[in-house]
């Protein structure tokens, strides 16, 4: 930040937070992400992909009816909340069905967003 | 008094059980044991039912909005039950099931195919090889089109009596028929890549070939005896340019025009289509003059009334399928692999794909006669209840404006929900930079379908020459085609044939040929072929407003500024 501007901005910075994310079949999303919301997820970004794993070698001929045309969810999640969240969409995506798509988790360092000034003054110490 | 519970012990102790398995071991164990793991039914179940149900409900709402429309029609207004009820619902669901199959099958069969000749076809070929390519494939993609089975189904309900050539060509000479169409189709592939590869404007093509089919017309039907060929021939051109010649032919075309060096042209692509709409009847025409010139009627005293629709059953049905889709996917394998010399990936998933195309067309055809072409003939030959006869059900007049607007709204209707359509509108409103909206172009051309399906049945009521209708109609087209942009004429030719899909197409064709019986006309084609003038001019109509409005508010832009 230079000096010269005379003040110093405050940049607001989350922490325990963690990335969930999950792949699914094209246009499953919807309903993975009303699951994840259900359980306390604020948000979610989608987007589109290509890609294969599992369905080839562990389904036989019913490998046609897993659509190689993907969407990749995002959802940052407090660290607290996220089991429950990552519990929540592995159920709602059906994970434990081969072919179905998979879900992970990541730490996260840090991550910024629009934070409520009140909430900044109560626990911003 | 509160009890504070922080919330994220409270998460902690509902949250569910995990175990903890390392990745490592797993592929560890995976490297040595190599075998498929048992599905549950579950497990089948979630596999397999959003797999199907989303293809089913595609089709579903094709068939199922336009058909519940003809019913209700016919009950309401028609006063009238549906009879043969089991056949014909037998017949729509069968109508479902095989399209539902044979666009799956098209998706994993052939579509691999033509992409991957498109693109890498330019390349490692010389020109002329790559207009031999497209002309092949163009004329062999159009046996394999469903529809085409509507014309040949349709020879026996021709009039051999007021309408001699035309039931000729039809029972006699339907092969012959077949085969002008399809070489037809594949000479506009060769004139469209030829149009790419030298970057000719789309304008003097059509303006050309419109005006050749035109004076065709116009020498047949100065011949009474050969004017009924007409509307047959230009109801070919909207039945050519249907599910398995447009994505066959337009994969292709993006191919050729990318590899020409005019990738960054949004247009590319545009133009097939039309030319293969215009290609048949001109085909079709011409054969008419030659069959007359050289056949004769004499031998064809006695129509084949043998010859119904549906020749065969269900083993008629697979092979005319396997008839129409082998040959296509193996010159497709042939140009692929022996000539480009480029290896076939997925052999499994294509012989699949090539598999549900044969099973999706058997019941396709099967059920085009057991269910819509049955149920369009009922609702044309009831139609006319509505107004002619001793025991009409409506005063004249009524009774006429009923059956043209139900013309009208069917036509609306079933442009409406056509998903080509959808996505024409969506590169439109992109390629315009949305001063053309999708919703904009989606209704111009279904109230120009809707307008020409109206007219068309009027042409059928009153029996009156379509080359009346159609001469003027095309007219004024090449007449807007000459005041509009080159975008607006590529966009409004082409939307033409893409609303004329494999629902549409045998319900009008049956419905005008039974209408066309039951108030003793000469023939009932042509419906098809004044909705295909119809969108041309309302979308290039609706062009021109918006050139001039834009033109006219620069204008009062530039006086203001001035007054300012």
Redesign the interface.
């Known amino acids: 930040m230079p000096e010269s501007q005379g003040k110093v901005e405050e940049l607001v910075v989350l922490t325990d937070v963690v990335l969930i994310t999950c792949i699914v079949q094209r ?1 499953k999303a919807e309903e993975v992400i009303q699951a994840a919301r259900l359980a306390g997820a604020q948000g979610a970004t989608v987007f589109y992909a290509h890609g294969s794993g599992v369905r080839q ?4 001929v ?1 490998a ?3 659509s190689a045309e993907k969407e990749v969810i995002y959802i940052v999640a407090a660290s ?2 996220a ?2 969240i990552f ?1 929540k969409i592995h159920a709602a995506a ?1 994970l434990d ?4 798509g998979m879900a992970y988790m990541t730490p996260l360092e840090k991550m910024a967003t629009y934070v409520p000034p009140e909430i900044v003054e109560r626990f911003a110490g | 008094m509160t009890r504070k519970i922080r ?2 012990d409270y ?2 102790r ?3 059980q ?1 175990r903890v398995i390392s990745y490592n071991e797993v592929t560890a164990w995976d490297r040595k044991h190599r075998r ?2 048992r ?1 549950r039914p ?3 179940h ?3 039912a ?2 199907l149900s ?1 293809r089913f409900l595609d089709q579903f709402r094709a068939v199922i909005p336009v058909t519940l429309f003809l019913v209700s029609f016919q009950v309401l207004v028609l006063k009238s039950g549906v009879s043969d009820v089991a056949a014909i619902g037998l017949g729509i669901v069968g109508v479902m099931l095989g399209l539902m199959f044979f666009m799956e099958g098209l998706k ?1 069969g052939l579509m691999p195919f033509s992409e991957n000749i498109g693109h890498l076809m330019p390349g490692r070929t010389s020109y002329s090889a790559v207009l031999a390519v497209a002309f092949i494939l163009g004329a062999a993609a159009t046996f394999a089109e469903p529809a085409i089975g509507a014309l040949k189904s349709v020879g026996s309900l021709t009039d051999p009596e007021s309408a001699a050539w035309l039931s000729f060509l039809l029972n006699q000479r339907s092969e012959q028929v077949v085969v002008a169409v399809a070489v037809s189709v594949g000479l506009a592939v060769l004139v469209s890549m030829l149009r790419f590869m030298q970057g000719w404007a789309m304008k003097p093509v059509v303006l050309i070939v419109t005006l050749a089919c035109l004076a065709l017309t116009w020498y047949l039907a100065s011949d009474p005896a050969l004017a009924p060929i007409i509307g047959l021939a230009w109801d070919c051109g909207a039945i050519t340019t249907g599910p398995v010649t447009v994505p066959i032919v337009l994969a292709l075309g993006v191919g050729v025009s990318a590899a020409a060096g005019r990738e960054d042209n949004p247009l590319a692509g545009f133009g097939i289509v039309t030319l293969a709409s215009l290609f048949p009847p001109l085909a079709v025409m011409a054969l008419g003059v030659y069959t007359a010139e050289t056949a004769d009627l004499g031998q064809f005293a006695t129509p084949a009334a043998a010859a119904g629709p549906g020749d065969g059953g269900l083993w008629g049905g697979a092979l005319n399928a396997l008839r129409a889709i082998v040959p296509l996917a193996a010159l497709l394998w042939l140009i692929q692999r022996v000539w480009l010399r480029e290896p076939l990936r997925h052999a499994n ?1 294509i012989g ?1 794909g090539i598999l549900l195309c044969v099973l999706g067309m058997a019941a396709f055809n099967m059920g085009l006669d057991a269910g819509l072409s049955a149920l369009g003939m009922q609702v044309g030959d009831l139609l006319s209840t509505a107004f002619s006869g001793d025991e009409s059900l409506y005063p004249y007049w009524a009774g006429l404006g009923i059956a043209l607007a139900f013309a009208l709204l069917l036509g609306f209707g079933a442009t409406i929900a056509e998903p080509a359509l959808n996505a024409l509108g969506m590169t439109v409103q992109n390629l315009t930079d949305g001063a053309f909206r999708k919703q904009t172009l989606i209704r111009a051309v279904a109230l120009g379908v809707g307008i020409g399906t109206a007219l068309g049945m009027a042409k059928v009521i009153f029996d009156l020459p379509l080359a009346w209708l159609l001469i003027p109609g095309y007219l004024l087209a090449l007449v807007l085609t000459i005041l509009s942009s080159e975008e607006y004429v590529n966009l409004a030719w082409d939307s033409a044939g893409v609303t004329t899909g494999p629902v549409t197409v045998p319900l009008v064709l049956a419905m005008g040929l039974g209408l066309g019986r039951a108030v003793d006309a000469h023939e009932g084609f042509g419906i098809l072929a004044m909705a295909s003038v119809g969108p041309i001019v309302s979308v290039l109509a609706v062009g021109l407003w918006l050139q001039v409005r834009a033109r006219f508010l620069r204008f009062q832009f530039v006086r203001m500024m001035r007054n300012v």
């Open positions: 246009g070698r562990h389904l036989g019913l046609i009816t897993v607290d909340q089991d429950r519990a059906h069905t081969p072919g179905m | 919330y994220g998460l902690g509902v949250r569910v995990q498929r793991p599905l579950r497990d089948i979630r596999l397999v959003p797999y989303s994993h998933l699949y």
